[in-house]
């Protein structure tokens, strides 16, 4: 059974870096053809997809996103991490951390996800 569980800071302020990891026990991000993926839900609004990083260690990113967004991850300790810079309180969102299984939008797995609020 693998489980995906999210951690970092619930309130960051504007301007500064938020940063989320993702631990993933019970399989391996290297796994061929899984993509883990960040995914965000602000206040009253749909899900919005970020980006991911594939079992291969490419990235890519949402567009609209892409200039401030970083995905990493340490196979050591099989987690992957997402950095998103210069934040606004449009930022702010329920993240969640999730496994596709092919890169085509078949999340099987995710994380219980975790509140970011940017505010000073």
């Known amino acids: 059974q693998v489980q995906l569980q999210e951690s970092g800071p619930g309130l960051v302020k504007p301007s500064q870096t938020l940063s989320l990891t993702c631990t993933v026990s019970?399989?391996?991000?290297?796994?061929?053809?899984?993509?883990w993926t960040w995914i965000r839900q602000p206040p009253g609004k749909g899900l919005e997809w970020i980006g991911y990083?594939?079992?291969?260690?490419?990235?890519y990113y949402t567009p609209s996103l892409k200039s401030r967004t970083s995905i990493s991850r340490d196979t050591s300790k099989n987690q992957f991490t997402l950095q998103l810079s210069s934040v606004t309180p449009e930022d702010t969102a329920v993240y969640y951390c999730?496994?596709?299984?092919?890169?085509?939008?078949?999340?099987?797995?995710w994380g219980q996800g975790t509140q970011v609020t940017v505010s000073s």
């Open positions: 019970g399989g391996s991000i290297t796994t061929n053809y899984h993509y």
């Open positions: 990083i594939a079992y291969s260690g490419s990235t």
């Open positions: 999730a496994r596709d299984l092919r890169g085509i939008g078949e999340y099987d797995y």
